[in-house]
Nanobody, 123 residues
Framework: QVQLVESGGGLVQAGGSLRLSCAASGLTFSNYNMGWFRQTPGKEREFVAAIRWSASMTYYADSVKGRFAVSRDNAKNIVYLQMNVLKPEDTGVYYC????????????????WGQGTQVTVSS
């Protein structure tokens, strides 16, 4: 059974930083591209960042470029999202997702999703 468990969310002031983690189990982690998404009430889930199975490539939404950094540790089956210079509009539930690498980049879809972790940025 595949499980993705996010952690590291919380309340932070604008301009602050948080690091999210996503621990994966039940899958061969190094075969999967990993992504981060976020969602706020009343809005559709939006893409934030992705990292290739080998960590050789990353991809970011324009809204977070230069502020967020995605990384992974294939030995520990963990993917991270370092979030700096946070803004109130970064508030939302952050989800990690796993997509089997099929040669396409950025990944067109993800098969597995975590339950999410809340990030709240106060102004």
């Amino acid at each position: 059974q595949v499980q993705l468990v996010e952690s590291g969310g919380g309340l932070v002031q604008a301009g602050g930083s948080l690091r999210l983690s996503c621990a994966a189990s039940g899958l061969t982690f190094s075969n999967y591209n990993m992504g981060w998404f976020r969602q706020t009430p009343g809005k559709e889930r939006e893409f934030v960042a992705a990292i290739r199975w080998s960590a050789s490539m990353t991809y970011y939404a324009d809204s977070v470029k230069g502020r967020f950094a995605v990384s992974r540790d294939n030995a520990k089956n963990i993917v991270y999202l370092q979030m700096n210079v946070l803004k109130p509009e970064d508030t939302g539930v952050y989800y990690c997702a796993a997509g089997l690498h099929r040669g396409t980049w950025p990944p067109p879809r993800y098969e597995y999703w975590g339950q999410g972790t809340q990030v709240t940025v106060s102004s």
